[in-house]
């Protein structure tokens, strides 16, 4: 006798790290259903005239940022012989996508509140000392076209380490991701070359945290 046929959603939390990095967010959304169609797990499709794979991420991260806490939705059928996401193995996915949890989602996308960055900046004439006092008062930046911003308004905390990593000024902070305010750390970058000159930089996304101040499960 078949079992029942019925859809289940399962979140996965995921590094996108290394050469990754580069998957657009488009691509990423490609990459998902194409991994999970190789492992024979059926994703349930939106109806209509063009169906799409109910697929859902928690937010876009931008191209180059490497990130150690993304999260996607998957709405999967279940009841078939097919494996379920839980059982899906790692080798479907390609280097730098590394699965880190599998489970049935209890919160929504919509209360996450805030994000940890790590900066690394390769310093050019400018010191730790010196971006500590930058932030320390009002800094606008250009959000978009016509929209000013104050980052004071973003970040919740911020700090420079004391210590350089392989001669790169490390810069921690968390800032505003919610859906009243977003702030992309490259607008923090984009405040540092106002003041400094800045080529060589990267940035890592750490934690996302709920309204509740605890970490996005």
Do not use: W
Request: proline share 5%.
């Amino acid at each position: 006798m078949l079992s029942e046929i019925t859809n289940k959603t399962y979140r996965i939390k995921f590094e996108k790290t290394g050469v990754a990095k580069y998957i657009s967010h488009l691509d990423l959304n490609r990459l998902f259903s194409r991994s999970f169609a190789r492992a024979g797990v059926e994703i349930a499709h939106s109806e209509g005239f063009n169906p799409h794979p109910k697929i859902v991420f928690a937010s876009a991260i931008s191209l180059g940022i490497e990130s150690f806490c993304e999260f996607v939705d998957v709405k999967i059928i279940v009841g078939h012989d097919a494996p379920g996401v839980p059982e899906i193995s790692q080798d479907i996915f390609p280097q730098g996508i590394n699965i880190r949890e599998v489970y049935e989602p209890s919160n929504e996308f919509k209360n996450i509140d805030r994000t940890k960055f790590e900066l690394f900046l390769n310093p050019d004439g400018f010191s730790g000392e010196d971006l500590e006092k930058l932030f320390q008062s009002d800094v606008f930046v250009e959000k978009k076209p016509g929209v000013i911003i104050n980052l004071k308004d973003y970040i919740e905390s911020f700090s420079v380490s004391s210590e350089t990593e392989n001669e790169y000024i490390k810069i921690t902070v968390t800032v505003k991701t919610n859906q009243e305010m977003f702030l992309n750390p490259e607008n923090i970058i984009k405040a540092i070359k106002s003041k400094y000159p800045l080529d060589d930089y990267f940035i890592r996304k750490i934690e996302i945290y709920d309204k509740n101040n605890e970490v996005f499960k």
